[in-house]
């Protein structure tokens, strides 16, 4: 059975780093890209980018390019979503989701990890 | 970027009403389209890919059509499973973009 089970819910405070994660089971991981999306308090989807654990090749959205840093342990299963300095505005519940095998559509999910950032 | 605009933003309907949910791409797109459905509190989940195709384990009462800039999706017989949120999704270039969602309340 395909899984992708996402690190637990982080309360953080402006200017913190931050790093989350998403395992991957059920599949090879290394032969699926890997996307992360951010769901803001009541709004709608938004891709921020994605990675081939195989080889590490990443692309961001232009939105969320230098915002973030996607990245993945291909020994681990594991893909990752970090901040080196959050804000308020990064306050969101955020998804990774597998790639289908050649086109960019997701077929799994995982159950999200929602990001609070408070001071 | 590539626009996907969405309509409605919601819709109320009874159980065994049929409804369509739009989605319009602000250039070509050929079938790159997806539908996802999510429920509150939940991730979303694929229904529709390559504008048409329906994804192992979707119900049958779900389809999508369309090509170019304009989609559909219909759901034939609404049932209490089907309350949720709707997007559709660009799968032709990065980036990729959602539409804003389209929400399925009960009349």
């Known amino acids: 059975e395909v899984q992708l089970v996402q690190s637990g819910a982080e309360v953080k405070k402006p200017g913190e780093s931050l790093k989350i994660s998403c395992k991957g089971s059920g599949y090879s991981f290394t032969n699926y890209w890997i996307a992360w999306v951010r769901q803001m308090p009541g709004k709608g989807l938004e891709w921020m980018g994605i990675?081939?654990?195989?080889?590490?090749?990443?692309r961001y959205s232009p939105s969320f390019q230098g915002q973030v840093t996607i990245s993945a342990d291909k020994s681990i299963s594991t893909a990752y979503l970090q901040w080196s300095s959050l804000k308020a505005s990064d306050t969101a519940m955020y998804y990774c989701a597998r790639r289908t095998g050649t086109t960019e559509f997701f077929d799994f999910w995982g159950q999200g990890t929602l990001v609070t950032v408070s001071s | 970027d590539i626009q996907m605009t969405q309509s409605p933003s919601s819709v109320s309907a009874s159980v065994g009403d049929r409804v369509t949910i739009t989605c319009r791409a602000s250039?070509?797109?050929?079938?790159?389209l997806a539908w996802y459905q999510q429920k509150p509190g939940k991730a979303p989940k694929l229904l529709i890919y390559?504008?048409?195709s329906l994804q192992s384990g979707v119900p049958s009462r779900f389809s999508g059509s369309g090509s170019g800039t304009d989609f559909t999706l219909t759901i034939s017989r609404l049932q209490p499973e089907d309350f949720a949120t709707y997007y559709c999704q660009q799968a032709n270039s990065f980036p990729l973009t959602f539409g804003g969602g389209t929400k399925v309340e009960i009349k």
């Open positions: 990675i081939y654990p195989g080889d590490s090749d990443t």
């Open positions: 250039q070509g797109i050929s079938t790159w």
């Open positions: 390559a504008a048409s």
